[in-house]
């Protein structure tokens, strides 16, 4: 396809549970690498310092490693293109942002959060494309050189043409043009010294040789700020390939609001990491004999990327369920057994649960009826299921759909921070905490009785803790009407409840 060495990357942001998107891009980046003898780089972006994580970076490895998606360079392997955090380059990012300025192809911007927010009303209320209106880039320079050394408060934006157009191609759009009327001018360098996704990607992809970015078509109304960095700084511009985005069953865009998006929730459930991948890669491609079940070998040998088609895939949990499955029945017995005892039976998992069960088990065969509802789906709840003397069904519907709107919104796990916040949300609806709790224990665990419910939480994950109450919320019938309703009603308790 092209002389150049193929590399690609996959530059996920550690700052929560790592996304089947984000396994999806890798899955398709890793194949496109194998399939021309190239390499796949793993970057971390974590210049959003205030939500990045070790824990969230480690579980990015973890996912990866889990589904069998190895990288020639990154974090914790080296290279020859490091360091590969963008929060280890910030010099490099300080010597081109620089370039730019002695160019004149970036300026100094002074404006306050007030000023741009009344420069983008007023440009809403007139149907105008909301941008920055370049109220800074004429700055003289001694008046720019004075104001930095009283220390005003200033980014570094990009300067684009005040007319023509950006004309690029991408793989599997073809040609695709967009007016630099409607592109921004766009933060390069935040207030606090770090540099924004659209320098810092351009930057690296240069300086680490990606020959081709694959990334989600969420990205491509941004290529015409990334091609114009490309030529201030006189760069070739890698090859262009933007996927369609994982959509949920109503054609909206795959989130945790829906349905569970983390690997690691697939993992816990028992699917297996060969079925996912497998589902993942039928995501808007297909195999040249159009077979369903092929391994990630099978798929490199066969690879086409013109065979991918820019309709959003549904990730329908039915069919991913069906599929592993068939992955399941192909197992002999010794290894469906070897499977099981590492999903749930292994020592990592065994150490969890020991200390929520060896106070309360009589004997060892009491093992399973405690933790069973931790360990799969629940049986099917009802409406009497969740009946209380001091509790009727809207006031159990606002805890369970608050409660959920709450874990939605939380940046970490920790059995603390889930403590505080139901305290909060019961203070703030005037509820009793041990009633409060109540449905929550239903929606967790299926009984009133169970292991302590902030520890269960913590054992099965954010994304499992989210299905379990969006379940609840089905089995009690809540209607649309109702959701939209408890949404203003939430909203309205803000902000005691927000933090999380």
């Known amino acids: 396809m092209t002389s150049t060495p193929v590399r690609t990357r996959i530059a996920p942001s550690p700052t929560g549970d790592p996304h089947v998107g984000t396994a999806y891009m890798a899955l398709f980046n890793w194949v496109f690498a194998r399939h021309h003898g190239g390499q796949f780089v793993l970057r971390i972006e974590d210049t959003d310092q205030a939500r990045s994580t070790a824990e969230s970076e480690q579980a990015i490895y973890d996912a990866l490693n889990w589904l069998g998606l190895d990288w020639d360079e990154g974090p914790n392997v080296g290279g020859d293109h490091g360091p590969y955090r963008q929060s280890e380059r910030k010099s490099t990012y300080q010597t081109h942002v620089q370039q730019l300025l002695d160019d004149g192809n970036a300026f100094y911007c002074f404006c306050t959060k007030e000023r741009l927010d009344a420069v983008r009303a007023e440009q809403q209320a007139s149907k105008q494309t909301t ?208 499977r099981v005892q590492d999903w749930m039976l292994n020592a990592d998992k065994l150490a969890q649960l020991v200390p929520l069960v060896q106070e309360r088990a009589e004997r060892l065969s009491d093992l399973l009826p405690l933790v069973n509802y931790l360990m799969g789906n629940l049986g099917e709840l009802t409406e009497e299921d969740f009946s209380h003397k001091s509790l009727q069904r809207p006031e159990v519907l606002a805890i369970l759909h608050h409660t959920l709107s709450a874990f939605d919104d939380m940046r970490q796990w920790q059995r603390e921070d889930l403590f505080t916040l139901c305290q909060q949300l019961a203070g703030a609806m005037e509820l009793k905490f041990r009633d409060f709790l109540f449905p929550l224990f239903i929606a967790t665990s299926g009984r009133a009785v169970s292991l302590p419910l902030f520890d269960s939480w913590m054992f099965l994950g954010a994304d499992l803790s989210r299905a379990r109450l969006r379940g609840a919320l089905d089995a009690l019938g809540a209607s649309n009407k109702e959701r939209k309703r408890l949404d203003k009603a939430y909203q309205a308790l803000l902000p005691l409840s927000s933090g999380h």
């Open 131 to 338: 941008r920055y209106d370049g109220h800074c880039c004429h700055l003289e320079a001694n008046e720019v050189a004075r104001r930095r050394a009283d220390g005003e408060a200033h980014v570094v934006r990009m300067r684009v043409p005040e007319a023509g157009e950006c004309t690029f191609t991408d793989r599997l759009r073809g040609d695709i043009t967009i007016p630099f009327s409607q592109i921004d001018m766009q933060v390069l360098v935040k207030a606090d010294g770090m540099p924004t996704y659209h320098l810092a990607v351009v930057v690296d992809d240069h300086l680490m040789g990606i020959s081709h970015i694959l990334r989600g078509e969420e990205w491509l109304n941004s290529v015409p700020k990334h091609k114009l960095l490309y030529e201030y700084f006189g760069w070739p511009m890698p090859k262009l390939i933007h996927l369609p985005l994982l959509r949920n069953p109503d054609q909206s865009k795959l989130s945790k609001r829906k349905n569970p998006t983390s690997v690691t929730y697939y993992r816990d459930m028992g699917y297996l990491p060969e079925a996912l991948t497998n589902y993942l890669s039928m995501m808007g491609w297909s195999m040249p004999n159009e077979a369903e079940i092929f391994s990630r070998q099978e798929m490199v040998e066969a690879f086409d990327i013109d065979r991918m088609t820019t309709g959003g895939p549904i990730f329908d949990q039915t069919k991913l369920s069906w599929l592993n499955g068939q992955y399941l029945r192909r197992l002999d017995a010794s290894e469906y057994a070897q």
